[in-house]
């Protein structure tokens, strides 16, 4: 069956006219305040959804009001030196999102003279503008009839429609698109992708939903049938890598502390650290030949004093926090250098090393 013809069939006797006002008009009474929907400012609801990719609300609006107080404007933005809005970013994670944002926001000043595209087009070229993002940014801040559908909207659709196919896979994804397409509002498009998204956060939740508040119950043909806990299909992930590492405070007498940057490319990039041996590589009696080759200095090995375990979504770190003491040597490291601890909070550290910050000599 083509793609058309299954969402006129998912679609066929389900009143979308009524589902729709019964959303919106729930969305509208219910809403949570919420520092992005003070307006309809597209850079506003842009900043929030990025900040909202795979993190929760009530960690993001710290953060977002912080980022909105140093970076008003897509002109402001533009203008910042990378490691201000990735220390702005610290601590939120995902941190390729926030040079995606400054990439394209750049693109933003330059080509539409800091004016965010209404045209779906050119918004969807712009650098980490995925299609959700888009939808986003057109319905909520343009009143475009778009669709923005992520996992929480699949889950609450999928419930609703009662769809079994797989929502880890491209080809589902694809295919509620096109049955918000359908079922969107034209006259209030904002305050019905809201109210998707707002149904998922706070009603149609991943494993206990709240059935009997929910606003749309008589609608679901997953709660007809009792198996709105079934819902929605996914595959499960891979099993996450595990990568063992020494993390090694190294301080001078004077109280300088060794800290490294990240390539410019791929995890964390550009983040500050403090030196990692990985453990698959380099057997722990083999350190201190290893740090000298990679440093330029000799150093001894004190005392462990933590050890951190760090989750991403693909692998874990497991890193044993060693204090360790410089013997001699003169620093060898394009991208390393000596700091006063009192100079920490200038750096953007990921989550994982600010965790071993206490344990630096002041």
Not at 294 to 304: H, N, P
Request: glycine fraction near 6%; charged fraction near 30%.
């Amino acid at each position: 069956m083509k793609k058309i013809e299954r969402i006129h069939h998912i679609l066929s006797e389900f009143d979308k006219e009524s589902y729709r006002k019964s959303l919106i008009h729930w969305f509208k009474k219910e809403q949570r305040v919420l520092p992005w929907r003070e307006n309809q400012d597209p850079y506003r609801v842009w900043v929030s959804e990025i900040m909202l990719q795979q993190t929760r609300v009530d960690t993001v609006i710290p953060y977002f009001n912080d980022f909105m107080a140093k970076f008003p404007t897509p002109e402001a933005l533009a203008d910042a030196d990378e490691q201000d809005v990735l220390k702005a970013w610290e601590g939120l994670g995902y941190y390729s999102r926030a040079r995606n944002l400054q990439n394209a926001v750049r693109e933003v000043v330059e080509t539409y003279g800091g004016v965010v595209p209404a045209d779906p087009e050119e918004l969807g070229n712009l650098k980490g503008v995925g299609p959700y993002t888009k939808g986003a940014i057109l319905s909520i801040a343009y009143d475009t009839p778009e669709p923005a559908v992520d996992g929480n909207v699949m889950r609450v659709l999928s419930r609703i429609l009662h769809v079994e196919d797989d929502i880890s896979k491209q080809s589902t994804r694809k295919l509620f698109e096109g049955l918000v397409s359908e079922l969107i509002s034209e006259e209030d498009p904002s305050s019905f992708n809201q109210g998707l998204m707002e149904l998922g956060a706070l009603i149609c939740t991943p494993k206990t939903p709240s059935c009997m508040l929910c606003p749309v119950q008589n609608y679901c043909r997953a709660f007809d049938k009792g198996i709105e806990t079934e819902l929605p299909v996914k595959s499960s992930k891979k099993k996450q890598k595990k990568s063992p590492y020494l993390l090694l405070l190294v301080q001078k007498e004077n109280g300088e502390v060794l800290i490294e940057q990240r390539p410019n490319k791929g995890l964390l990039a550009s983040l500050w650290q403090y030196p990692m041996v990985p453990l698959q590589d380099v057997d722990k009696e083999s350190v201190l030949n290893w740090f000298y080759g990679e440093y330029g200095v000799k150093i001894e090995l004190g005392e462990s004093v933590d050890r951190i375990k760090h989750v991403f979504s693909h692998l874990i770190w497991e890193m044993e926090v060693i204090k360790v003491k410089v013997k001699e040597g003169s620093l060898d490291h394009e991208r390393a250098k000596f700091i006063k601890p009192d100079d920490m909070d200038d750096y953007p550290f990921p989550v994982s090393h600010q965790k071993a910050h206490p344990y630096i000599s002041q």
